[in-house]
């Protein structure tokens, strides 16, 4: 079984004091640190790169899952791995030619690659990365269009995170846009083990509760199960 991991996505922090705001998040019982990486490009929007990676790096020893919503993934992966990123998770949307030679460097480089896709994407799209003999080892679905925090979840992306736990029993299988207290059971009741939320966490009176209600959702869908 895949365990439950609570990522705050930092893209929702105050960026003036990032490393408290990690520190904090840590400290209220989040497992992973998720950094939204975009370009401009592929996403609208532009947030950060691989020198804030690097300095939040010297203030915590938490798992920096990074997800890149960029363009081209591989000119990214050496200044990533570098900059102490834990997970590197790219978009198979600009992978599909490259994705074997995107994986072996990411690994190369210390980092445990994932693959994202964007709710219009098949999910059949990302088997083949999962059932390959150099593996990706997390499964990003996207339950929002990525580039901007603060939309509402898409609950039909559920059938996705079903066929993929159906499919791959202990794959972590993350999910990321729009969740939070009301959203969290549909989510982990379909399989979804890895659970990241932005203005849920940070916009709550109290962040640590949420954190506590995902993982609780997560770990009583499990035993369900």
Same mark, same amino acid.
């Given at each position: 079984?895949?365990?439950?991991?609570?990522?705050?996505?930092?893209?929702?922090?105050?960026?003036?004091?990032?490393?408290?705001?990690?520190?904090?998040?840590?400290?209220?019982?989040?497992?992973?640190?998720?950094?939204?990486?975009?370009?401009?490009?592929?996403?609208?929007?532009?947030?950060?790169?691989?020198?804030?990676?690097?300095?939040?790096?010297?203030?915590?020893?938490?798992?920096?899952?990074?997800? @890149?919503?960029?363009?081209? &993934? *591989?000119?990214?992966? +050496?200044?990533? $791995?570098?900059? !102490?990123? =834990?997970?590197?998770?790219?978009?198979?949307?600009?992978?599909?030619?490259?994705?074997?030679?995107?994986?072996?460097?990411?690994?190369?480089?210390?980092?445990?690659?994932?693959?994202?896709?964007?709710?219009?994407?098949?999910?059949?799209?990302?088997?083949?990365?999962?059932?390959?003999?150099?593996?990706?080892?997390?499964?990003?679905?996207?339950?929002?269009?990525?580039?901007?925090?603060?939309?509402?979840?898409?609950?039909?992306?559920?059938?996705?995170?079903?066929? @993929?736990?159906?499919?791959? &029993? *202990?794959?972590?299988? +993350?999910?990321? $846009?729009?969740? !939070?207290? =009301?959203?969290?059971?549909?989510?982990?009741?379909?399989?979804?083990?890895?659970?990241?939320?932005?203005?849920?966490?940070?916009?709550?009176?109290?962040?640590?509760?949420?954190?506590?209600?995902?993982?609780?959702?997560?770990?009583?869908?499990?035993?369900?199960?």
């Amino acid at each position: 079984m895949a365990a439950a991991k609570i990522a705050p996505s930092m893209l929702s922090s105050d960026f003036a004091n990032l490393a408290s705001e990690a520190e904090r998040m840590l400290r209220l019982g989040a497992d992973w640190l998720h950094m939204d990486i975009m370009d401009g490009h592929f996403v609208p929007n532009l947030t950060i790169g691989a020198p804030v990676i690097q300095s939040l790096r010297k203030h915590t020893e938490a798992y920096l899952d990074c997800h @890149l919503m960029v363009t081209n &993934p *591989s000119d990214y992966v +050496e200044p990533f $791995g570098k900059a !102490g990123a =834990s997970g590197f998770t790219f978009h198979i949307e600009v992978a599909r030619d490259n994705w074997q030679e995107l994986i072996q460097s990411i690994k190369s480089k210390g980092m445990r690659p994932g693959v994202s896709l964007r709710p219009g994407t098949p999910v059949e799209e990302v088997f083949p990365l999962v059932e390959a003999e150099n593996p990706v080892e997390l499964v990003l679905v996207m339950t929002v269009e990525p580039g901007f925090g603060g939309q509402k979840f898409m609950l039909e992306m559920m059938d996705k995170v079903r066929t @993929l736990r159906n499919k791959y &029993p *202990s794959l972590d299988i +993350e999910v990321d $846009g729009g969740l !939070g207290p =009301s959203t969290i059971d549909v989510a982990a009741s379909a399989g979804a083990n890895c659970i990241v939320a932005g203005s849920s966490i940070f916009g709550a009176a109290d962040p640590g509760e949420v954190i506590s209600v995902l993982r609780k959702s997560v770990e009583g869908s499990q035993n369900k199960n």
